[in-house]
């Protein structure tokens, strides 16, 4: 069932600046969103992760949250932390026609 919110947002990413800022943001919270999935599956809390990278909890906190701006090398070490390699690609985009 579609909500009043779901029909403004459907209209709102007609408009392509909008739409590409959105889509933008929702990599970007899928990182954090990952990040955290992770941490959480190998039974870690953000205090105990962030002893583990030599980091503060609210500075892992934010990377969870806002990972925009998390330098790589926080990442590798987040990665390796909860028994993972960092993967970074470039992804070639279907051409336009």
Known sequence: MKTAWDDYLDQQLTVPSVRQAYEEETKVL???????????????????????????????????????????????????AVGMDLDVRLIAKPANR
Do not use: D, F, H
Not at 56 to 80: F, G, H, K
């Open 30 to 80: 899928s990182i954090g969103l990952q990040l955290a999935n992770q941490r959480k599956r190998r039974g870690l809390t953000q205090a105990e992760l962030a002893k583990k990278i030599g980091t503060s909890t609210p500075q892992l906190s934010r990377t969870e949250r806002r990972p925009e701006n998390v330098n790589m090398r926080t990442l590798i070490r987040y990665a390796e």
